[in-house]
């Protein structure tokens, strides 16, 4: 009964090469969450999506991207991973006006070669 | 502006003894605070949370957290320790969407280590 789903939970690239991590919920929230996690650090939002509008972190690097085709489905693009952007990345969801908590995916972790 | 510290990046308590991880925020707004839990190489885990009402809440695993607005502290305990109490503890802080800001800030979290 799986409620925020991160695929996959390992994903290796190489420098420069496009990638693409995905999560999916069935919690019906209507907010979306990317964060980054890198080592020992605290988790580092990214952007979110409320419904259908987005909302980037001022200080989100351009070669991050996400697109939310519906409720469920969730996506984080890296157009040109570096070695920097090695981490964990975590999806959360949340329902903004029922309940102020989000709600964590196991998280995918990147690894650029 | 919202933020968190943790004081103490790393504590460590003997098995069955008293755990206290502690966090402090500051918030222009009521705040909403959180603790969340990580295991190594999972995500993070709601463990309890206050939004108004009772000062003390409960949560899974035996955990407890006490709001204190006075000393703008939300310092989390469990009376005794398991060995599967072991992992990484994040305080957060969020100032509720209807000041219209229902993003997390996180402290930088605390390892917790248990001795046998």
């Known amino acids: 009964d799986a409620m925020v789903i991160q695929n996959p939970r390992y994903q290796v690239t190489q420098f420069g090469k496009p990638v693409t991590l995905s999560c999916s919920q069935t919690?019906?929230?209507?907010?979306m969450y990317w964060y980054q996690q890198k080592s020992s650090q605290a988790p580092k939002l990214l952007f979110h999506?409320?419904?259908?509008?987005?909302?980037n972190e001022a200080d989100t690097p351009d070669n991050f991207q996400s697109r939310r085709p519906n409720t469920s489905f969730c996506f984080l693009d890296i157009r040109s991973p570096g070695l920097g952007d090695a981490a964990m990345y975590l999806c959360?969801?949340?329902?903004?006006?029922?309940?102020?908590?989000?709600?964590f995916g196991p998280g995918t972790r990147l690894l650029v070669l | 502006a919202q933020s968190v510290t943790q004081l103490g990046s790393h504590v460590s308590v003997s098995e069955g003894a008293l755990v206290l991880l502690r966090c402090n925020y500051s918030?222009?707004?009521?705040?909403?605070l959180f603790w969340y839990v990580q295991y190594p190489n999972q995500g993070l885990q709601l463990l309890l949370k206050?939004?108004?009402?009772?000062?003390l809440v409960k949560g899974i695993n035996g955990f407890e957290a006490e709001f204190k607005k006075s000393e703008t502290s939300f310092h989390l305990t469990k009376p005794s320790a398991h060995m599967s109490d072991a992992a990484e503890y994040f305080c957060?802080?969020?100032?509720?969407?209807?000041?219209?800001?229902?993003?997390?800030?996180f402290g930088t979290g605390t390892r917790l280590t248990i001795i046998p």
């Open positions: 959360a969801t949340s329902s903004r006006t029922i309940e102020e908590t989000q709600y």
């Open positions: 919690l019906n929230h209507n907010v």
């Open positions: 999506y409320y419904d259908k509008d987005f909302n």
């Open positions: 918030s222009s707004v009521p705040p909403y």
């Open positions: 206050y939004t108004t009402g009772a000062t």
């Open positions: 957060a802080v969020s100032e509720g969407s209807n000041f219209g800001n229902e993003k997390l800030t």
